[in-house]
């Protein structure tokens, strides 16, 4: 193993998951449904926490994993969070009322994204985290930066999609669609970025005030 293998393992070993985060990661993997990184969650709290995030918006709530984890960084946020699947978002509520979440600060909605996202109100989240269907993630970061305000961020996880990201001669249409958001990203003067290796990558976007 090399030493950037050996930091990356020691990185995502570390982290220590609340047991209704953990029951939540078995039941979603049981379900198919594959939930982000703890390490990756834990970096998502923590912007949530520093950015004293008061209105998170996430495009694919799953079973709940990423929604407990952004809400672990802002126990009093107002979470919006949008899923095609009727039936994931139930199971994402029990986890989410079971960590103590108030339920007036849960808005689950069903449908899909692109649907849905064109009628949310521009410049008013904290935080936005894309985490639906991967093909469509270009246009999800679009909708996002037009969602966050001006200092917010939006997150997407999975950005170095299954190691194929950052090997050009994958042309995978996934591992295309997040090459050229990266790229299109990093040379944006509209916002600050970078690019994390945790999990299977987290792409973190701050929007600049126009
Ligand atoms: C990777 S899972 C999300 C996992 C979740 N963020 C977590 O970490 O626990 C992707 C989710 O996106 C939903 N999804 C897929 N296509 C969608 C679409 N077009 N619009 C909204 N949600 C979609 C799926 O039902 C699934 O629950």
Do not use: C
């Amino acid at each position: 193993m090399s030493d950037n293998d050996i930091n990356w393992k020691f990185a995502n070993d570390v982290v220590v998951e609340s047991e209704v985060i953990a029951r939540a990661r078995q039941h979603s993997l049981e379900l198919g449904v594959t939930p982000i990184a703890p390490a990756l969650g834990a970096q998502a709290s923590v912007i949530v926490a520093a950015t004293g995030a008061a209105k998170i918006i996430e495009i694919g709530t799953g079973i709940g994993v990423s929604g407990l984890w952004l809400l672990r960084g802002a126990a009093e946020a107002e979470l919006t969070s949008i899923d095609s699947e009727v039936d994931h978002q139930q199971q994402a509520r029990q986890f989410f009322l079971e960590a103590g979440f108030a339920p007036a600060k849960l808005r689950l909605i069903a449908g899909r994204a692109l649907d849905v996202l064109p009628r949310m109100n521009e410049n008013a989240y904290d935080v936005v985290l894309v985490d639906a269907d991967a093909g469509n993630v270009i246009e999800y970061v679009e909708h996002g930066l037009r969602l966050a305000r001006p200092g917010g961020t939006v997150l997407v996880p999975h950005a170095l999609w299954q190691g194929k990201v950052g090997n050009p001669a994958n042309r995978d249409d996934v591992a295309t669609a997040f090459r050229t958001l990266i790229g299109e990203i990093s040379g944006s003067r509209a916002v600050v970025s970078a690019l994390s290796i945790v999990g299977d990558g987290l792409l973190q976007i701050t929007k600049l005030a126009a």
